[in-house]
């Protein structure tokens, strides 16, 4: 038998409609992110339904968790692709806490691969210097500094993140496109997150295999160990001294793309007492299929955070190859419970920079601005 208590509870939970109109439409399909789904972006229960171009419409289940104040953003699937106003700026947060059990929105445009960015967010960009001496390797190396925009304005300390390859990050001339992290860190300003120095190193040209390959491998003799010395004993001393860092390991990052990933992975292994974040995007771990980690047994371990990302589309091993380093790292027990690993997999993502760009600011939000473990 149902209580007349039940019945009146029941007949109170009513069907709330959400109606968007967008003039700026496209292919992409339209997710609702909220206070009702952990702000997650692409999730498919609130995916809305396309009734006609620039018109879509989606109806929230029949449960008590949607019948009180709803928070939310209109998304294409990714905060790289939230909604913006006509103008290219953020939007704030929608909300709907009044009774009716219909609404309109309207969205002006959308962030496309993170863009469109302000000018004025961008970051200063610093010339350390044309010719910075490499003694572990007796070479010279052009590096650059991307300070905060309002750096000079502020007596602010910031965390560091120390790339590999500087000429592909924000060279609008490089061969290979570039990750546009000046454009990225620019809109990522705009929500709290983009609040670090990047410390961006030169490749070696003709010698970068050489220089990123760490130990022998089927490469065979590199200058890996070399490389990360200069990074954690020559570089990094001199970054904490002429800018205003962050030194502790709990704010240092290292980072890089393919061979540079791979140098990356290492820097964090061998120096865990300087590298607390890892940023690693699809690192050629084909060259050493078969990482020996018993070294890592002789450190105390400390929590690090690593970010691995692959492209479905860049190898037949790629994703096999670091989704295997993230087991083999999450089961060594002298790691257990102090490395946290994000695990990244784009099935449609090539080995270029274009997909670099669009995970980079994903992961310097997970990496530097966020508690979240996975």
Known sequence: MISLETDLKDSSIKTRKLILHTPDDDERPVYISGNFNNWATQDYRFKMKKIDEGKYEFEFPEEEIFQGELIYKFTKGDWSEVEIDRYGNRTPNRIWSDSKTSRIEKVAKWRKNWLPYRPSQLPQIHLISEEFEIPQLNKKRKIWALLPHDYESSDEHYPVLYLQDAQNLFNENAEFGNWQIDKKLAVMSDYGIGKIIIIAVEHAESERIQEY??????????????????????????????????????????????????????????????????????????????????????????????????????????????????????????????????????????????????????????????????
Do not use: C
């Open 213 to 374: 390959n760490v130990g022998k491998t089927l490469l065979g003799k590199g200058q890996g160990k070399q490389y990360i010395r200069f990074i954690t004993d020559t570089l990094k001393p001199f970054v904490d001294k002429t800018f205003r860092t962050k030194p502790e390991r709990e704010h240092t990052g290292i980072g890089g793309s393919s061979m540079g990933g791979l140098v990356s992975i290492f820097s964090g292994l061998i120096y865990p007492e300087v590298f607390g974040k890892l940023m690693v995007f699809s690192p050629s771990l084909w060259v050493i299929p078969k990482i020996k980690l018993g070294f890592l047994d002789f450190f105390d371990p400390q929590e690090t955070r690593l970010y691995l990302y692959a492209g479905g589309d860049e190898s037949e091993t790629m994703v096999e190859h670091v989704s295997k380093l993230r087991k083999r790292l999450l089961k060594r027990e002298s790691l257990q419970g102090k490395m946290k690993i994000r695990l990244s997999i784009n099935e449609q993502g090539k080995h270029n920079e274009s997909y670099w760009s669009d995970e980079f600011p994903k992961a310097i939000e997970w990496l530097f601005f966020s508690n979240k473990e996975e």
